[in-house]
């Protein structure tokens, strides 16, 4: 008897999952295991594969094991091309991965400026914590990224903003101690 429900109840998961496969309103899907053709090709950065894929009804918006979706991985490469497609295609720009990063996070905490203005210029949120309460400007401040800090203050990032340990952009300056954050900071607000 246990083994019939054990077997009845591998049985279900296996088709609720299979099933999340073949919704073509599923916002995100993550996939576990080798990656199917589309986070292949999007990680390869291979637009003329993607938009097959996309035409034949695969989810653009799928995700990979860290839970980074199509525009994570194509802002972290650097890839132009792929994320002005994905946002054609309304892939999520807010999308946040496990750890609650997004695009703009990672490219924040990359040091790519160009990157970080591109998604904040095609719409991309400013101010979306992460899982520590961590926001982009908070990763520029820690980092030192002057140019970084300035443009998500001139964004609108919220200056005032604490993490869940209750700690602000501006004391996320002073421990990196590069020249001009902290007074970008105060200008914009941050106490």
Same mark, same amino acid.
């Given at each position: 008897m246990k083994l019939q429900q054990i077997a009845l109840s591998l049985l279900i998961a296996v088709a609720s999952f299979t099933a999340s496969f073949v919704n073509p309103n599923a916002q995100a899907q993550t996939v576990i295991g080798a990656d199917p053709e589309m986070l292949t090709a999007l990680k390869r950065g291979n637009l003329p594969k993607i938009k097959a894929l996309v035409i034949r009804g695969e989810?653009?918006?799928?995700t990979d094991f860290d839970g980074q979706n199509g525009i994570t991985i194509a802002a972290r490469n650097g890839n132009y091309e792929i994320l002005d497609y994905l946002l054609q295609v309304n892939t999520p720009i807010d999308h946040q991965d496990?750890? /609650?990063n997004t695009a703009v996070f990672w490219a924040t905490? $990359? /040091? $790519?400026y160009d990157m970080v203005a591109y998604l904040l210029n095609k719409g991309a949120s400013v101010d979306i914590r992460n899982g520590r309460g961590l926001t982009p400007l908070m990763a520029a401040a820690r980092a030192g990224f002057l140019d970084l800090v300035q443009l998500l203050v001139d964004h609108g990032a919220d200056v005032t903003i604490h993490d869940y340990t209750g700690r602000s952009p501006l004391d996320w300056a002073r421990d990196s101690r590069t020249p001009g954050v902290e007074q970008v900071l105060i200008q914009a607000g941050a106490q």
């Open positions: 989810n653009p918006a799928m496990k750890i /609650g905490e $990359d /040091g $790519d």
